[in-house]
């Protein structure tokens, strides 16, 4: 095989494992890794400031696999590496090869993050950097993925299993799978194991995700857009809670407020601070405004513009726009036993558009019609 199309498939390789910046498969372990190019990419701000001469730099690294996965492995004396090498790790069984995304002492703080305890035993080792030897077969393994999951997906349908299989990653060394499934109910994939095994002859393994995950491995396109959060950028999920929706005002349809994965949008919980932040100046929106008209309800509420919009019970069909400063003075007169004459003295007045907006803003959809 010449060296051209080695060199595409390893750049296939890369790219597969989040990588954007091609490298080549010679000995030298060209780095394959540029910052903002992977999801899980992390800045290090520690990188480059000056450190007493007697300190011993931090022995635990951080690398990355199917940019979807991170753990932390621990430097062997006289190794050494740098963001974007590509590594040989310990795995259960054998090794496993993944791309370096962070070393030095910020590790040690994404590791009390993530609660895990440097001292212990159980981090596992980086063997070495990858040969040339090591990344040939991990070029390899990576190739089977797209036709071990279409495989996968026939055989479990096939055995007649209510399960969906959404990914699949081989380890480095081409001695394991781990195929990613999501399923309603409990699934008994034992029989569906041993015919993976004897269709790959490798070691199998079944990992149960969920709806969240499945969106952010599958990605897709969401309702603004744009490419989804969790395939491109987010890599926690947090729980969203439907009080998100109801303090920003948006409409109570699950069909609009559910994402791809069908759970509540991640977005929701974006800007859910900000509101809560600005609704504490309001006043209580649950008392009604009484007016000599009759009793006047909430309709709508603009958090940021300070405008609450109310309208009489005997006519809910008209709303006014009363800004909060009134609508304080409006309840304080009521707690004295007193009523304003009408809601119209103090809802804000409607802006006239002017000539320029009519031209520009409503222009008919037939204005390009050839008319007879």
């Avoid at 006289?78 to 790790?89: F, M, T």
């Avoid at 370096?100 to 440097?118: A, C």
């Avoid at 959404?166 to 029989?191: H, L, P, S, W």
């Avoid at 990992?207 to 969240?212: A, L, N, S, W």
Wanted: aromatic share 8%; glycine share 6%.
């Amino acid at each position: 095989m010449d060296e051209k199309k080695v060199n595409d498939i390893f750049s296939n390789t890369i790219l597969a494992r989040g990588c954007c910046l091609a490298g080549k498969t010679d000995d030298e372990n060209n780095p394959v890794f540029s910052h903002g190019c992977a999801k899980l990419d992390v800045q290090n701000w520690l990188k480059g400031l000056p450190f007493p001469p007697d300190f011993k730099e931090f022995d635990c690294i951080e690398v990355r696999f199917k940019n979807n996965r991170k753990d932390f492995f621990r430097l062997q004396a006289g190794i050494e590496v740098h963001d974007g090498d590509i590594v040989a790790v310990e795995a259960s069984p054998g090794h496993d090869i993944g791309v370096v995304t962070l070393t030095g002492e910020l590790v040690r703080m994404q590791m009390r993050r993530k609660n895990v305890n440097p001292a212990k035993e159980d981090v596992r080792k980086v063997y070495r950097r990858a040969r040339q030897a090591d990344i040939e077969k991990w070029m390899g393994a990576v190739a089977k993925e797209d036709n071990a999951i279409f495989k996968c997906r026939r055989i479990a349908a096939d055995l007649g299993l209510k399960m969906k299989v959404n990914d699949v990653e081989y380890q480095g060394d081409d001695t394991k799978a781990i195929f990613y499934y999501t399923a309603d109910d409990r699934v008994d994939f034992r029989e569906l194991i041993k015919v993976l095994a004897e269709e790959f002859r490798i070691r199998i393994e079944m990992r149960q995700i969920g709806v969240r995950q499945e969106a952010s491995r599958l990605g897709g396109i969401g309702t603004c857009g744009r490419e989804l959060c969790c395939s491109t950028w987010l890599t926690g999920f947090h729980s969203v809670a439907t009080a998100a929706a109801r303090v920003q005002q948006l409409s109570h349809n699950p069909q609009k407020l559910a994402g791809q994965c069908g759970k509540l949008k991640c977005c929701l919980n974006y800007e859910y601070e900000a509101y809560l932040d600005a609704i504490k100046n309001f006043p209580d929106t649950s008392i009604p405004l009484k007016t000599n008209q009759g009793e006047a309800i909430v309709m709508k509420i603009d958090v940021f513009a300070g405008i609450i919009w109310y309208a009489y019970k005997t006519n809910e069909s008209e709303i006014f726009a009363i800004p909060v400063d009134q609508v304080e003075k409006i309840q304080s007169l009521n707690k004295r036993g007193k009523q304003v004459e009408k809601l119209e003295d103090f809802a804000r007045k409607q802006e006239k558009k002017s000539e320029l907006d009519l031209i520009v803003g409503q222009d008919e959809l037939t204005r390009f019609d050839k008319h007879k």
